[in-house]
């Protein structure tokens, strides 16, 4: 019979095979990496002395191998460790090994609290999987010579069921967190296809982009000529929104003619900041996405983690496909921006149009009900039918697209200046008295009759005042007022 350690024996060969055999059973069907970490220590300390025990994943491509489970004397322990999987005999050579004794210094990884207190021999066995070494297994104890070949045997094939059992795992997972991926990218998609406001919709995209991401900041940077604005952020390593900071060469030379993603390993040392905002950022690492529609760049969705790391060709691709459905949500948002806008706006002057114009007053006469005062002027251009009949509609439309550049000039930004119709424009004047709008209404007529343009064709306005009384009910009230006061002014002038 084979000694297992401790009073441990296995029989006979075909018993080791129905060992493995349950084992088998038992780990295939787990598919939880953390359930499946646990089941494998539980059979193995069934028929291997395992006072110490311990998992550890090798990913090759960096060279680290990772702690993912650790035991000790039958209670599991928070692993955080990491080390070089080359300098592992068992991960770089791909063959188990057998410590009698003197542990510690053979071992990357000995168990036990203290020095004086910890493990003293150990089997170790690969994980392999379709020819590729993905870990490590091994079994510790805390007594000398307390394993034979055939324990290390048995581990072996413990570690063979292990490593498929672990691919399985973590295919299943890989799938279910794509899975969770793509209907949470779907989601944020429909959410973004729906909003409207630009403001709303850039919190909506740096908050997927974290939530998704798992990071400590993102930030959507828009181009406004020569300089960079964080137009949102979010996360708790973010810079402001409002942030400022020049465009870089580096970032023209990155994204002008490409819409791949850019890595940045450290922060600190890039050239892709300026120096002033590598000192404010909190970030060490950072992963920019370029926000392209319709093959214009719009701006930069950019991610960052507390601590320097690489990223994965699936975490750029998620991004990616993040910053596509964003960029296209903005270009929608804009366009609807610029449609509304449109249909505020008088194209001929750029003043707000009839439509703006009973919005504002809408609102500005619900407070006046409450109390703030409101007056208004009804402007209209004398003489102007004539003038636009004799010298043409082009020379028409000059006249009143400076009649509003003077009315914009002279009227405070909380305010509004609009085209009424026609040759009539209308100054709505928020909190200010009759005496204010007498003043305004005077600067206004005195500076089309002496403006450079419009002086030489002898163009002057009359205009008509109405201030909100009690009397008021509405909105047509408050203007109706202002034209008989204008037309009893074109009485008074003969004109």
């Known amino acids: 019979m084979a000694s297992t350690g401790g009073d441990r024996t296995l029989a006979s060969i075909p018993d080791r095979y129905r060992v493995l055999l349950e084992i088998g059973r038992s780990l295939t069907g787990t598919l939880s990496l953390e359930e499946l970490y646990e089941e494998v220590y539980r059979e193995t300390s069934r028929v291997i002395e395992a006072a110490g025990f311990y998992i550890a994943l090798y990913d090759e491509e960096d060279d680290v191998a990772t702690v993912v489970f650790y035991a000790d004397r039958g209670e599991t322990r928070e692993a955080s460790i990491s080390y070089r999987g080359s300098d592992s005999a068992v991960i770089r050579s791909g063959q188990g090994s057998i410590v009698d004794d003197r542990l510690e210094q053979e ?10 207190d910890v493990t003293r021999s150990a089997i170790s066995a690969p994980l392999r999987h379709t020819g590729r070494v993905i870990g490590a297994i091994s079994a510790q104890s805390y007594r000398r010579k307390a394993y034979s070949p055939g324990d290390l045997e048995l581990l072996q094939g413990i570690a063979d069921i292990a490593a498929v059992a672990t691919e399985n795992a973590r295919y299943v997972q890989e799938l279910e967190k794509r899975r969770k ?30 939530e998704l991401m798992e990071v400590g900041a993102a930030s959507v940077w828009l181009r406004e000529g020569d300089s960079v604005r964080i137009a949102a952020s979010d996360g708790h390593l973010a810079l402001p929104a409002g942030t400022t900071f020049p465009w870089s060469d580096r ?36 992963l920019l996405v370029p926000l392209v529609a319709a093959g214009k760049p719009l ?11 690489e990223y994965t060709d699936d975490e750029s691709h998620l991004l990616q496909r993040l910053a596509s459905q964003a960029a296209l949500a903005l270009e929608n948002a804009k366009l609807h921006a610029d449609l509304e806008a449109r249909s ?35 402007f209209d251009l004398d003489n102007f039918k004539e003038y636009n009949d004799t010298l043409g509609h082009l020379a028409g439309d000059r006249v009143l697209r400076e009649v509003g550049r003077i ?18 424009f209308i100054s709505v004047l928020s909190d200010t008295d009759p005496e204010g709008a007498q003043l305004h209404a005077t600067r206004v007529a005195a500076r089309i009759a002496t403006a450079e343009e419009l002086a030489p064709h002898e163009i002057t306005v009359s205009f008509g005042l109405a201030h909100f009384t009690a009397g008021m009910k509405s909105v047509d009230d408050l203007i109706g007022a202002a034209d008989d006061a204008l037309y009893r002014q074109k009485d008074s002038r003969g004109s």
Request: a negative charge.
């Open 107 to 116: 071992s990357l990884l000995v168990i036990g609290d203290e020095a004086s």
């Open 181 to 210: 991926e793509a209907e949470r990218i779907e989601e944020i998609g429909r959410l973004l296809a729906s909003s409207r406001e630009w403001e709303d919709l850039l919190g909506q995209v740096t908050r997927a982009a974290r």
């Open 251 to 286: 970032l023209s030379e990155t994204f002008q003619d490409s819409d791949q993603p850019l890595i940045v390993k450290e922060i600190s040392s890039s050239p892709i900041l300026p120096a002033s905002i590598r000192e404010r950022v909190r970030s060490e690492s950072a």
């Open 299 to 309: 701006g930069v969705l950019a991610v960052g983690h507390g601590a320097g790391r």
């Open 344 to 378: 505020l706006t008088d194209p001929l002057t750029g003043l707000p149009n009839r439509r703006h114009l009973q919005m504002h007053l809408d609102r500005e006469l619900a407070a006046a009900f409450r109390g703030r005062r409101l007056s208004v002027v009804l």
């Open 407 to 424: 009315l914009v000039e002279e009227t405070r930004a909380m305010n509004l200046a609009a085209r009424f119709g026609g040759d009539e």
